[in-house]
């Protein structure tokens, strides 16, 4: 299947500091999208990107469409304890979605 | 509205025994998903339905069939589970031409 690298796999942040995390692939996405897991929780959709170079804000949440179209940003600014969870990112080609392994974000308050 | 819904929430299984995971979506979204979701593999696509009546195979389709029943029910049968099917199934719809899907609560499925 498509991969989908993820980076950091993992995060320990201190509560109010900002975070970074990417996602990157050998091939051409449409689109990326932005998920977040609680335990025992669904995927829930964060931001959708649909063009490359593209900025879109969710709140605290700021996430780009690479330039090739091969990698995504998510910034969260200002981190509090309720962001603790995993973070998907998830590129799309025709009809399916391929998603990264996630990076676990934890917050010490 | 719900959203997307599925049951059971947890099932110990034998192995060589069957089940149906049953999946509901009240948004009238055309196209449904069913993904499994195993420890530092990420989501992986099971099947789909692009729309009531048709079916096509995922990433991961061996072991696994399913039914889209209406618009609303999209359902995941396992006909003879094995350990290696151990794993969370989640379901998913899909809003419009955006491709912004949306996923049910999860089933985390036991085969012992």
């Known amino acids: 299947g498509q991969q989908l690298n993820q980076s950091p796999q993992s995060m320990f942040i201190q509560e109010g500091e900002d975070v970074s995390m990417n996602c990157t692939s050998s091939s051409i996405f449409n689109t990326w999208l932005w998920y977040k897991q609680d335990p025992g929780e669904g995927p829930v959709l964060l931001i959708a990107?649909?063009?490359?170079?593209e900025l879109t804000s969710n709140g605290r949440l700021t996430a780009q469409f690479g330039t090739t179209r091969k990698d995504s940003f998510l910034n969260i600014s200002a981190s509090i304890p309720s962001d603790v969870g995993i973070y998907f990112c998830?590129?799309?080609?025709?009809?399916?979605?391929?998603f990264g392994t996630g990076t676990r974000l934890t917050v010490i308050p | 509205n719900a959203g997307v819904t599925q049951t059971p929430k947890f099932q110990v299984l034998k192995t060589g025994q069957s089940m149906t995971l049953q999946c509901a979506q009240d948004m009238n979204h055309n196209s449904m998903y069913w993904y499994r979701q195993d420890p530092g593999m990420g989501l992986r696509l099971i099947y789909y339905?692009?729309?009531?009546?048709?079916?096509d195979k995922g990433e991961v389709p061996n072991g696994y069939n399913v039914s889209r029943l209406n618009k609303r029910e999209f359902s995941l049968r396992l006909e003879s589970a094995a350990p290696s099917q151990t794993s969370v199934y989640f379901c998913?719809?899909?809003?419009?031409?955006?491709?912004?899907?949306?996923f049910g609560p999860g089933t985390r499925l036991t085969v012992t």
């Open positions: 990107l649909y063009k490359a170079g």
């Open positions: 998913a719809s899909l809003k419009g031409d955006l491709y912004e899907q949306y």
């Open positions: 339905s692009a729309s009531e009546g048709t079916t």
């Open positions: 998830a590129g799309r080609r025709a009809n399916n979605l391929f």
